[in-house]
């Protein structure tokens, strides 16, 4: 199964945004920031990190539901679902 690439485009750009805040945090740390300013762009981090799997996920088992071709593997699905808790 292929995710579509127009509908990931807003995954895309959060994972972007997520990727420039670690390099942020990296750079905090190199530069010996204040520990409270680093764990929140760190949670941040993760949080946008966590949206966009679930997005990726939830588009994926739309997916899977929807298509009459592709077998749905329930255990697959809920393994990556929970992957992220």
């Known amino acids: 199964m292929e995710l579509d690439t127009e509908e990931m485009k807003p995954v895309i750009n959060r994972l972007k945004r997520a990727q420039g805040q670690l390099s942020a945090v990296v750079r905090m740390l190199e530069e010996g920031s204040e520990c409270k300013d680093v764990v929140t ?15 990726i996920i939830a588009n994926g088992m739309e997916r899977c539901l929807s298509s009459e071709t592709e077998d749905l593997d329930k255990k697959e699905l809920e393994k990556l679902f929970l992957s992220l808790a």
């Open 41 to 55: 762009q760190l949670s941040a981090v993760s949080k946008a990190l966590d949206r966009a799997g679930f997005v």
